[in-house]
C-alpha cells in the first residue's frame, strides 16, 4: 500500500472531532504507512489523542491557522502534503477541508474526489464507494494520478478509539499567507432552536400533514410547533423534514417557523445516518427510500396504513394519529 497522509483541523479546544477520527480509521485500515497532518491554533491534545495509533505526526500550528481560511488551510494542507510525501491524502469532508483541499490538489498536480463514502483496497490498489444521482446508484472509483486527495463523508465508518498517551510531533515552518480578511466571530445558519444533530441517536421527521386540517376540520399548526420542539428538546433528536412540508413557506401555506431547507431530507440528495429515525406525518415514497437508506432502524406514525412510506419502507407502522402519539410521548417524556 502506498503512503498514506491523513489531514485534520483541530477544534476550538485542540483535540480531534469524530469525522477526523473516521478519517484516521479509514487510513489504519488499509494497511500501509500512515502520517496525520494536524492543523490549528494549538495541536497538543489532537497529537496526544492520536499518539497511540503509532502513525507518524506532522503538524502546522499557530494563531493564522485557527480558524478556517482557504488561505491558510490551503498553505497548511500544501506543507503537510509535501512533507509527508504520501500518494493518498484522507481528509474528513467537513465544510473546512472541503473549500480547501481542490485547491491544494491542482498546486500538487494530483486529482480530489469528494462526498467518498469509503476506502479500501482493490485489485491491490486503492479505490473509494461514492454515491451518484440522489444517493440511487452506488461507484466504485480509482484513480492513477497521485497525490489522490479523497474527502470522506461523515457518519460512514466507525472513528478510531485508541487511549490518548503523551505525542512528540513534528512541527512544518510554514509562513502564514498575507490575507485581507480577519474572522470577527461565527454565525450560525440557523437562529433561533437547534433543531440539527448529525451526531443524535434518533433523527425525527414531520411531514406536511401537521400543518393540515385535522379531524376537526381545523389546522394546529401552533400546537405542532410546540408538540414537536418539546419532544425535541427532551430527546435531543434531530429534526428533518419533507420536501413538501420546507416547501410551504415558499407557496404562501401554513408552515413550522423552526422548519428550513436545511432540514430536508430525501429529494436534494440528503442521507442521514443515524441509528433510529421516526417519521410523522409523511407520505411520499421516494423520499424515504432515498433519504433514509442509511437509517438503521425506521418507524412512522401515519393514519394510513397504505401509503408509499408505511408499505415496505418502514419497519414498524403505527397507525395512529400523530397528534396524540405525540401528546402521550412527550408526557411520558417528562414524567
Not at 44 to 51: F, R
Request: proline letters at 5%; a neutral charge; glycine letters at 12%.
Amino acid at each position: 500500500m502506498e503512503p498514506v497522509l491523513v489531514l485534520a483541523h483541530a477544534e476550538a479546544d485542540g483535540t480531534l472531532g469524530k469525522p477526523a477520527l473516521e478519517a484516521l480509521a479509514a487510513a489504519l485500515a488499509l494497511g500501509g504507512e500512515v502520517t496525520v497532518g494536524l492543523v490549528g491554533s494549538s495541536v497538543q491534545p489532537a497529537a496526544d489523542q492520536v499518539a497511540s495509533s503509532g502513525a507518524r505526526i506532522l503538524a502546522v500550528a499557530g494563531e493564522p491557522f485557527a480558524v478556517a481560511r482557504y488561505s491558510t488551510d490551503a498553505a497548511a494542507a500544501e506543507a503537510l502534503c509535501r512533507a509527508s510525501g504520501a500518494a493518498v491524502v484522507i481528509a474528513p469532508g467537513t465544510s473546512r477541508w472541503s473549500r480547501a483541499l481542490p485547491g491544494v490538489a491542482y498546486r500538487l498536480g494530483g486529482r480530489v474526489d469528494t462526498h467518498a463514502t469509503g476506502i479500501g483496497i482493490r485489485n491491490d490498489v486503492p479505490a473509494i464507494t461514492r454515491w451518484f444521482y440522489r444517493q440511487r446508484m452506488e461507484a466504485l472509483l480509482t484513480r492513477s494520478q497521485r497525490p489522490w486527495i479523497v474527502l470522506l463523508d461523515a457518519g460512514c465508518l466507525r472513528p478510531w478509539t485508541g487511549a490518548p498517551k503523551s505525542a512528540n510531533f513534528e512541527p512544518l515552518a510554514v509562513a502564514a499567507p498575507e490575507t485581507r480578511t480577519a474572522v470577527s466571530g461565527v454565525e450560525a445558519a440557523q437562529a433561533g432552536e437547534q433543531t440539527i444533530r448529525p451526531d443524535a441517536k434518533l433523527l425525527f421527521v414531520a411531514g406536511a400533514g401537521w400543518t393540515k386540517k385535522q379531524a376537526d376540520g381545523a389546522t394546529h399548526t401552533a400546537e405542532a410547533e410546540q408538540l414537536i420542539l418539546d419532544f425535541l428538546r427532551r430527546s435531543q433528536a434531530s429534526l428533518g423534514g419533507s420536501k413538501s412540508l420546507v416547501d410551504l413557506g415558499g407557496e404562501g401555506e401554513a408552515v413550522l417557523g423552526f422548519m428550513s431547507h436545511m432540514n430536508q431530507v430525501g429529494q436534494t440528495g440528503s442521507t442521514p445516518r443515524h441509528p433510529k429515525g421516526l417519521s410523522t406525518c409523511c407520505h411520499g415514497e421516494e423520499p424515504h427510500a432515498v433519504g433514509w437508506r442509511f437509517i438503521g432502524e425506521r418507524r412512522a406514525v401515519n393514519l394510513d396504513a397504505n401509503c408509499g412510506w408505511a408499505r415496505g419502507k418502514a419497519d414498524v407502522v403505527y397507525v395512529a394519529d400523530a397528534f396524540a402519539v405525540m401528546r402521550e410521548v412527550n408526557r411520558l417524556l417528562a414524567g
